[in-house]
């Protein structure tokens, strides 16, 4: 089996390609290698053998010269909320005429597609609802504000948001008309090894490299308190997913599933803070800025219960395990990070 990752040497790409290369499956990446780490992660697939294609995928014309994959795994994004406000045509073009490009070489190609979305798709608005006073929230989630398949997805979603869900529409229409199998897993948030933290995504990441540094940092949003709640899903729980999924493709497809860190995995920034210091021994001033923007959430957390029948899975690496081993590859490749944080 040959299969084809999309942004393979961004930080879920790159993992995926080294766990399925280790698992005996030949992988090819496709990066234009845009995100600042994405040639740290290039490096570590050129020792396993793994071949990266460096285009741009909104060029459909170097797309459809590519060999034949029996799968492709589409993990190529601009994937910031914040980014997507500023730079609309650069989302658009990656992340929504990326996937219609993808498309047509699945069609062409008669493969089959794996499409990691997001949970943005969902309802800002709606979610906001849920939860209105963020002081000590975590008393207040319950199984009616865990979110699965089904939430609200009016708008506003961001427009990252938006183009994850118009091309999980495109796919839906492709798979329709030319019998296209699919899967799709709209992730929450995803941290741990080869992650290039940034302020407004992959916090997790972000967060340790700081205190490790003694860097600055800040509470943005809802009172600068540090009380937002996110999941986290350890990036090895999810290729553990996509491998089953692969395994099971004939038999299921053309699904959509919401896949997170839920219930055992969550935790507020303010935490995540404290296991910081633990863990790195340093304690910074972490400034507040109040201000909320347009684009936050207070919380997330994800209902796995779909995915979680389909395929007996459920994360298996808790909160500390995801720190430990985040903080674990940071510090052993600290001196070559710095010039990527
Ligand atoms: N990391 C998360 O927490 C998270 C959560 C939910 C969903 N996702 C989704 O998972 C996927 C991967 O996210 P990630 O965290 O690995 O992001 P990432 O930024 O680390 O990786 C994306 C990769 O795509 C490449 N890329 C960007 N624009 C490109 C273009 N025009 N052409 C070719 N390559 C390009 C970048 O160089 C980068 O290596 C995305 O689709 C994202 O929407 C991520």
């Known amino acids: 089996m040959k299969i084809l990752i999309t942004g393979g040497c961004g930080f879920v790409g790159a993992n995926l390609c080294l766990f399925l290369n280790k698992k005996k499956i030949k992988v090819n990446s496709l990066d234009n290698l845009s995100r600042k780490g994405s040639k740290f992660n290039l490096k570590l697939l050129k020792k396993e053998g793994i071949k990266n294609y460096k285009i741009d995928i909104s060029n459909y014309k170097k797309i459809s010269k590519l060999p034949r994959y029996d799968i492709v795994i589409d993990c190529c994004a601009e994937a910031s909320v914040e980014v997507s406000r500023k730079d609309v045509d650069r989302v658009v073009n990656t992340n929504l005429i990326g996937t219609i490009n993808i498309l047509k070489k699945i069609k062409n190609d008669k493969s089959k597609l794996i499409f990691i979305s997001s949970s943005r798709i969902y309802s800002i608005k709606k979610i906001n609802s849920l939860i209105k006073n963020i002081n000590n929230i975590k008393s207040k989630i319950t199984v009616k504000t865990k979110i699965n398949e089904n939430f609200d997805k009016s708008a506003p979603r961001s427009v990252y948001g938006v183009s994850k869900y118009a091309s999980e529409m495109f796919i839906e229409e492709f798979s329709y008309a030319f019998g296209i199998k699919y899967l799709i897993n709209r992730c929450g948030v995803i941290s741990g090894p080869l992650q290039f933290g940034r302020q407004d995504q992959g916090f997790v990441s972000l967060w340790i490299w700081k205190h490790m540094n003694k860097k600055k940092l800040s509470y943005i949003g809802y009172g600068g308190n540090g009380y937002q709640v996110r999941d986290v899903l350890h990036i090895s729980d999810l290729c553990d997913l ?46 507040k800025q109040s201000k909320t923007s347009i684009y936050d959430i207070p919380y997330f957390l994800t209902d ?12 298996k690496r808790n909160m500390d395990k995801i720190i430990f081993d985040t903080h674990d590859w940071l510090l052993k490749n600290k001196k070559q990070l710095k010039k990527y944080l």
């Open 304 to 315: 796995n219960t779909n995915v979680s029948k389909a395929y007996k899975w459920k994360p």
């Open 242 to 287: 996509v491998y089953m999924q692969i395994k099971k493709f004939n038999r299921k497809f053309n699904n959509i599933f919401t896949v997170g860190g839920s219930n055992t995995n969550f935790i507020s920034l303010k935490e995540l803070t404290q296991k910081c210091e633990k863990i790195t021994n340093n304690k910074l001033a972490i400034k």
